[in-house]
């Protein structure tokens, strides 16, 4: 077990190294954290609830393109660089791997999410209109804690997100279909399944009494509620109906843990013949690519650039190629 | 190995602030009592009922109600408006739900009433209890100014004792909230009745009014008497006497019995004093005045040190206002009349003390330009009156009210005055079909009244239109065009609809901090900016899902139902240029300001000075006054 931790610390160092060497993931971390203070900024700052209420639709957008943006690429580009090939030689467990991929990036995302949230709310503190001196006001705008929660609940809601395009990644080994999978990703978990909903309850599909838990199953909406039902109600009094909260916390978790185990099922390809038959194209895509595999803490994102057209021009060569990782779900 | 101290930190970052889902965050029982005097007030009295209540000692039972969704604690005088603010439509949307509610503790205090039936404390302390363990008196004897006081106990015992020496029956908090008060309801029918009835009143007054001028001729002057104080001398009660077309230099005209003096038309009978004091004095009930010009009155304004019998503070307001030199001067002349009169006067015209059912109609006053150096045109001093088809120009106000509840002002035009109607300490006036210009200010209503009735009103070229303060009023159907700013949404539990706010530099500017106005309805158009806001809390103006047009709110109306499908915000920073440009309405849909929209209107007592028409309509609801309007002031599209 000892050596299977060792092993995860390995990966995720490696994807620790691949984020801080990749200047795209540099300038996407500084957009994220540029609009969402704009949009703190914009908003009225009048307490920490307000601000919630102000930030909590654009972060259901922002993070899952942040997610996007910091994951589709996770797998992909190993297996598009064959390093997924040469990883899989080593004795390393393809749950490590997959694991320590979406530590690695998610401690990355994460670190992002919670800090730029939480200089948000400074804002409230620091910016804020000063309350009317003659007036008194009370704490009805909300303690800190109520943002806290929120912050949190954000950060839960990207590991989640970002959990669900590594499975993409995982799944989609080619640049073209990855970043087309990312999109749609994207695309269902931000209005899809909300709209998805949507339309069941105007048909007549669900009724109205179950939509609780069909929420749930949506991440963004199961962030929403649990947002509303833990932070933004904290100014209501309202007690909380703790079977949505719950039900919100599963839906999230199920996401979460199914997608890496759809991950970890997906990444291996096999059979050993393929491989041999790998390392034979990998001579022909060049010495970038046997560069990165020798030396996995270097980065290998801008490389795995170069080797997506080598490595699609190859699978024309051979038909069963690649299609291997996609082709072998029950493994 | 740093991965692992990363992951970790991160980890332990994350688990411990996770304790914040364990803390309470909640507000629970809510924050403790304040200092009454920082409240936002709202209350049961008007502000002449509070000066009664200061000047007295009174005792106003009182609430403080702190707001899940509103960051300012409310201080309710008098719980009668606590329990119909609770009630209020659109209370909970703007305020949220009620955290804590205190109200005073009267148990360990001794209680009496005076003579005038209002409570004192005489003895010992009061404290605050929260309602839900209060017992309260309703039905008492005990009254406050405002009305009959509801009297809250922290031991029923002490409420029980209560009911012993002042009758009534003890509640609790249910019982409290299930009580009928009286509850102003703000709608346009609500408004046009209270006109009909004010406006019959007037017709009543008026008519009865016009009958003094049927008296039969005793005296002419010149034939009959020397002179028309030797005339008034001479003649009998309730008859008339005629002045024939003349000057008239004569002094010490004083009627004290119920007299009709008339001349022979405005600029043929001139009445002329010698620049010193009033020029004539009806100083009984039913005289009246008609025909003639008046000129010559003196320069007095303030009277300090006058002795009036009356509390304090209103006192003060008598000699600053009420015994300046005036044109006609009225006092205890109950039903008196004036009509057909033309006054030139460096102070007042009209002042009318007293005397309830004074009709004033079809007279000019010109005044003194500019406003400062002149007074008031009409004044009326504890005193319901009518002001109608008169016209004042120059001067400080047209028509100046203190303590004249009742008062109707109507189909009368103000120019270059500072004030056109000025009402203080006034309720349950209506003042309508009036023209102001040049102005500072169109109609003013100031010192929290309640249930005033500015009814199709038009204001244009002044500072502001129509500014009215107090409560349970209404401001339906004027029309402000070309005034710095249009209307002034200064009052509470109020209501504005209906009216045409066009060309104006404001449309409108909302100045209470707390928002309990309805409004709605109203047509804003063409101003440079829709509306301006002071400090306070998000106000909604949409009313039972209507809302106002705002010329140029971008949107469209996709269920056909006349109104706009997004929510307009005339002070945002994109829709508050909708008016004016078209590039607004492009930059309006965009998907960053509609992630800056998103959750508008939602906690709106939580964010500060805005305004949201969460159902903005389609179409103008007057077009033909919008029209007209425009016209007027050639800002035409």
């Known amino acids: 077990m000892n050596g299977e931790t060792d092993d995860l610390f390995a990966v995720v160092e490696r994807e620790l190294t691949i984020v801080s060497r990749t200047p795209a993931y540099i300038a996407t971390a500084v957009g994220f954290a540029a609009v969402v203070w704009w949009l703190a900024f914009a908003s009225s700052l009048t307490g920490y609830v307000p601000l919630v209420a102000d930030l909590l639709t654009p972060v259901e957008v922002l993070v899952p393109l942040l997610a996007v943006a910091f994951g589709y690429r996770a797998i992909q580009a190993d297996a598009a660089s064959k390093e997924l090939d040469v990883l899989r030689t080593y004795p390393l467990r393809p749950r490590t791997y997959v694991v320590g991929v979406f530590v690695g990036r998610a401690t990355a995302v994460l670190s992002l999410v919670f800090a730029t949230l939480l200089v948000a709310g400074l804002f409230v503190p620091l910016f804020g209109p000063p309350a009317n001196p003659v007036i008194a006001s009370h704490g009805g705008d909300g303690p800190f804690g109520a943002y806290l929660r929120f912050v949190l609940l954000a950060t839960l809601y990207a590991a989640v997100v970002l959990a669900v395009v590594v499975a993409v990644s995982a799944v989609a080994t080619q640049g073209r279909t990855a970043i087309a999978a990312a999109v749609g990703v994207f695309v269902v978990l931000t209005v899809g399944l909300d709209l998805g909903l949507v339309g069941a309850l105007s048909t007549g599909l669900v009724g109205p009494d179950a939509l609780r838990y069909l929420l749930a199953l949506s991440p963004n909406s199961a962030f929403r509620g649990l947002t509303l039902a833990l932070s933004v109600r904290t100014v209501e009094a309202a007690t909380l109906p703790l079977s949505a909260v719950l039900a919100n916390l599963v839906g999230l978790s199920l996401w979460l843990v199914a997608s890496l185990v759809l991950a970890t099922v997906t990444v291996w390809s096999d059979p050993p013949t393929e491989r041999w038959r790998v390392v034979e194209t990998l001579d022909d895509a060049g010495g970038s690519t046997a560069r990165s595999a020798e030396t996995p803490d270097e980065p290998s994102e801008p490389t795995a650039a170069e080797s997506v057209d080598s490595s699609t021009d190859s699978s024309e060569d051979r038909p069963p190629g690649p299609s291997g990782a996609e082709g072998s779900p029950e493994n | ?637």
């Open chain 2, 1 to 637: 190995m740093y991965a692992r101290y990363l992951v970790t930190a991160l980890a332990a970052v994350l688990l411990v602030s996770s304790g914040v889902f364990v803390v309470d965050v909640d507000p629970g029982e809510g924050p403790s009592v304040v200092d009454f005097g920082d409240t936002i007030r709202m209350t049961d009295l008007t502000q002449a009922e509070q000066r009664v209540v200061r000047e007295r000692g009174l005792a106003v039972p009182r609430a403080e109600v702190f707001y899940s969704r509103y960051r300012y604690v409310v201080g309710h005088e008098g719980l009668a408006s606590l329990v119909t603010e609770l009630d209020r439509d659109g209370h909970e949307r703007q305020f949220g739900v009620p955290l804590s509610i205190y109200v005073t503790d009267y148990t360990d205090a001794e209680l009496a009433t005076g003579e005038d039936g209002f409570l004192r404390v005489t003895g010992g302390d009061t404290d605050w209890v929260a309602v839900e363990n209060a017992a309260f008196v309703v039905d008492a004897d005990a009254r406050h100014p405002g009305g009959p006081a509801v009297v809250p106990f922290s031991e029923r015992a002490a409420a029980e004792r209560f009911t012993d020496s002042f009758g009534g029956t003890v509640v609790d908090w249910a019982g409290l909230r299930a009580h009928p008060f009286e509850r102003s309801e703000l709608s346009v029918d609500a408004a046009e009745r209270r006109a009909a009835d004010r406006n019959a009143w007037a017709d009543a007054a008026a008519a009865d009014a016009r009958s003094l001028t049927e008296r039969p001729v005793s005296v002419v002057v010149g034939d009959d008497a020397p002179t028309l104080a030797a005339a008034i001398e001479q003649a009998p009660a309730n008859t008339t006497v005629v002045l024939p077309a003349g000057e008239y230099r004569d002094v010490n005209r004083t009627v004290r019995k119920p007299l009709t003096i008339r001349g022979a038309g405005v600029n043929e009978t001139w009445l002329v004093g010698d620049g010193n004091g009033s020029v004539l004095r009806g100083f009984d009930a039913r005289v009246a005045v008609t025909d003639l010009s008046i000129r010559g009155i003196g320069q007095q304004q303030a009277r300090p040190n006058l002795t009036v019998d009356t509390d304090a503070w209103d006192a003060q307001v008598l000699r600053a206002y009420g015994y300046a030199a005036s044109g006609i001067e009225f006092d205890d002349a109950a039903g008196s009349y004036v009509a057909d009169v033309y006054i030139d006067t460096p102070t007042n015209g009209v002042t009318v003390r007293y005397s309830d059912g004074v009709v004033v109609e079809d007279v000019r006053v010109d005044g003194e330009t500019p406003w400062r150096e002149g007074f008031m045109s009409t004044i009326t001093v504890h005193s319901r009156m009518v002001v109608q088809d008169s016209t004042f120009v120059g001067g400080r106000d047209g028509v100046y009210m203190h303590l004249g509840d009742g008062t109707v002002v109507r189909n009368n035009s103000f120019d270059d005055l500072r004030f056109g109607v000025h009402e203080m300490y006034t309720s349950e006036t209506l003042v309508a079909n009036n023209t102001a210009t040049r102005t500072r200010t169109g109609v003013v209503v100031m010192t929290l009244p309640e249930d005033n009735v500015v009814a199709r009103n038009h204001v244009s070229d002044s500072a502001v239109g129509i500014d009215v303060a107090g409560r349970a009023s209404y401001v339906v159907e004027n029309t402000v065009v070309g005034n710095e700013e249009g209307l002034d949404v200064g009052s509470d539990r109020s209501l504005f609809a209906r009216n045409t706010v066009v060309g104006n530099e404001v449309g409108i500017r909302a100045s209470t901090l707390i928002p309990t106005n309805v409004v709605t309805a109203n047509d804003i158009v063409g101003n440079d900016r829709y509306v301006s806001t002071s400090l306070g809390p998000v106000r909604i103006w949409t009313d039972d899902g209507a809302g106002n047009y705002w010329d140029g709110a971008p949107g469209v109306d996709s269920d056909r139902d006349g109104f706009i499908d997004r929510a307009f915000q005339p002070t945002g920073a994109v829709d508050r240029h909708a008016g004016s440009s078209p590039d607004a309405h492009v930059l309006a849909t965009s998907p960053a300001v509609q992630l800056l929209r998103s959750q508008e209107g939602t906690l709106p007592g939580l964010r500060s000075r805005g305004v949201v028409d969460q159902a903005p309509r389609v179409r103008p609801v007057r077009p033909g006054a919008v029209a007209a309007a425009l016209n007027a002031t050639g800002v035409g599209a």
